[in-house]
């Protein structure tokens, strides 16, 4: 751990040039440049917060949740609220090495500068991380270890999401306060708490907050199930409910791709359908509905404000969104021919209809996912998945009738009553719907499947029944030999070691904190990612067993190990301090119901289930009536095909710098920075044909991660528009107001549509080097006098399969130049050279190769800078 010496010592920003390196995986993860970003003023905060998803950037940065709680903490008038999330193996490293403590994105503060920190704990695997950025945050990893100092001192360190409102007490040792149930309100009301009481003592504060409902303060409870010690603290916490608010799903947009690269709006919060396996269902009743005309209008908005290309509708089923078919219809039409695709992650293959179907249907249609669970009828009733081979032949059908010929499903192994037959039961499901789909006369559809491991959540009905892994894994063997007689069907099993630790951890005491931490110290992290399962597993194994149990050995010799007992229905259970809303009566009652497959109805549409959630303490099932549905409208197309694209009518070749913190960005990142400004802009692009239609824009040459570019070059061509066209004064205009500063347009210029791509226009590139060499000022221009009268400089270079090859560079520098010592000593040197389509480009790094051919001093090479690209016309732009 980074001392708390180093950390408090400096509690400025951090200096990015610095940590930052080529070398470094997407370093634009940690620029915290992101367009729309609060950039609060840090003197502006009397209360400062950290938010984070404690997983790498891609994941972090696209959690709904992460982002609604962040835009609501900043709209409160005295909180300040930065973020930070799990740095890659390669920047923590470094980050070890030069004594960098972890920071927050915006404000490159270390953390350790904040008063708050909050964690959302989003599964069981997930503490390793979240002790790795406290590490690397020079925090002390223990609540007992920061007890000695106030908020002001040694900021709070709280975690929330549905893994620490399931069961928080593997992981109690490491969290100051758990949050339970929906943070929207919470949040607030614990920062008007932390705004009277930063300088207070820490266990004085948190006394404090123990009176706020949601909040639990693990240090003032003990025992199974865990019992107050302290006076004045509840006996049980409540677990908090809000209303979904859209208005605060939209706000950041990454540089770089996310794993939800879009704008995701929440429909319906909370599910009743009762599956009897699902955590969620049971932790989020009730139900509650948003209004449709406030989704219709967020989502609108929020595609004209991040520039966005897709939104997704999100909620654990929104099938049952009743107002789904006219929602969707609304948007269809209110976004027609913007090229935006709509996706709908949860779907229930029962309510997939034609009008479900029409909605998705787009220039940039996505893919469908559906999960029957089960294999048969009746293990589907023992789940309660309320779903029939009919629905699903129907629902497939229809799929294929619309057009889908792609399709994945969900199914699980291990379930409580299941047998042989109900596991051969999904490769025969799979069978029946392949036929079904030959008889409607189209193309062969391909089902990829998901076959995952059930593991009992607690909160559930099944929360009381005991795995058996070695039947699981014989299990998964039986299935895939079924499966491997059919064709144009893919199955992903999850590791079987994924699952015993999930199970595990998950229904586990406080005596596991000691086990996760020894976890982590071995080389656990990044836990829940398939390429790093191998380490993980052995760092666990190590944690618990020692030398008594091999890694690599059959991971269900590790079950023998494990204290995974059948738990007894009246047993005490860590987690009943939580008052989920849901009797505990109920769902005993609700587990014999299962063990006899008597199904439970839905009772959102249905009657009351009576499970205890329907009250003044968790409200009631809020289920608004659907709307009409309004007729979608097409657009007319200007060609036979509608594949077919509209023709562009202006076209702009657009002069542009990549500078200062935006060189860590890379190509593709630029280009989807680029469309979606242009998207903001309110600009009609110009797209190209097929069935997945990319805007026309083409940028010159990509320049490398890291460099910086002054002159670099962009086409963009547009469609018409009524009226008068674009002018290129307007158009820069436009851009400037949505591009970040470190992208400055320097020049825009209509050229003709037949004119060649920048790609082939440019033919030369100048850059400006700085070079160290320990040599006197006054060789360097012999040195240069020597390249330029060469008539061969013979070095080497790789192949695109890989392999050297040596070619003559001398005739693609046309001009070199030195500029003089900078006051560090370096040589500043200027020089032209080819940069063509076809391969013929002169980097630095190979100018710096071609002195060393010629037996000149070694130069290394410290910064390079493109100032320009020449068209062939012999100039870098239009003036």
Known sequence: MLSLAATQAHLGPIDLDRLLTPEIQRPARYLGKEFGAAHRPWESGRVRWVLSYPELYEVGASNLGHLILYNILNAQPDQLCDRTYLPGPDLAARMRQLQIPLFAVESRRPLRAFHIIGFSLAYELGGTNILEMLDLAGIPLKWWERQPFTPQECPLIFAGGPTAT??????????????????????PEIGQVLAQ?????????????????????????????PRPIVPGVPERIRRRVALPQPQYSIG???????????????????CTRGCRFCQPGMLTRPARDVDPQAVVEAVVQGLRKTGYSEFSLSSLSCSDYLSLPAVGAELHNRLLG??????????????????????????????????????????????????????????????VQEGWDKIKLYFMIGLPGETDADVIGIARTVEMLQRECAALG??????????????????????WHRVDYADVRRKQDLLQRELRRLRGVKAHFTDIRFSILEDFIGKGDRSLGRMIEQAWRAGAGLDAWWENIDAAYAAWVKAYCGEAVDPSADPVALCAHLPMRELGLEDP?????????????????????????????????????????CGPGFGH????????????????????DPLEPQPPAQRFRITYGKTRDLRWLGHLDLMRLWERACRRAGLPLAFSGGYHPMPRLANANALPIGQEGYGEILDLELLARPGAPFTPEELRALLAEQLPPEIPIQAIQEIGLRDPSATEAVYAAEYQLSVSCELPEADWPTWVTQILDAREIWIEKSTKSGKPC???????????????????GSARLLYRGSCRNDGAYLRPNQLVQMAESLGLPRWTLQMARRLRLLWQDGTSDPD
């Not at 409902?213 to 409870?221: A, E």
């Open 252 to 270: 950041l947009v990454p540089l770089v791709a996310t794993v939800h690269d879009r704008l995701v709006m929440e429909v319906r919060r909370g």
């Open 197 to 225: 009481s930063l300088a207070k003592p820490r266990r004085e504060v948190l006394l404090e907050l123990a009176q706020v409902p949601g909040v639990y303060v693990p240090q003032f409870y003990e025992g199974i199930p």
């Open 806 to 824: 040596r070619f003559n560079a001398r005739p693609l520098l046309y001009y070199l130049e030195f500029q003089g010592l900078a006051p560090d």
């Open 442 to 463: 189209r193309k062969r559809v391909e089902f990829t499947l998901t076959l995952s491991n059930f593991v009992p959540k607690p909160h559930t009905p099944f929360q």
């Open 573 to 613: 259970l860590p987690w009943d301090h939580i008052d989920t809303g849901i009797d505990k009566k109920w769902l005993q009652k609700d587990y014999r119901r299962a063990l006899e497959a008597i199904t439970v109805e839905d009772c959102s549409f249905e009657k009351c289930s009576a499970c205890g959630i």
């Open 338 to 399: 913007e090229h935006v695709a709509l996706s709908l992650p949860s779907q229930r293959v029962d309510r997939f209809d034609e009008q479900i179907a029409a909605i998705m249907k787009g220039s940039r249609r996505s893919g469908l996912t559906f999960a029957p669970e089960a294999g048969t009828q009746r293990l589907r009733d023992i789940i309660n998945k309320g779903l029939s081979d009919v629905d699903l032949i129907r629902g497939i059908r229809t799929a």
């Open 621 to 640: 099932n809020i289920v608004i009536p659907p709307p009409p549905v309004p007729p979608l409208q097409s657009r007319p197309t200007p060609t036979p």
């Open 166 to 187: 399931s069961n928080p007490e593997p992981f109690a040792d490491f969290f100051d306060f758990f949050v339970f149930g929906d943070g929207e309100e919470v949040l």
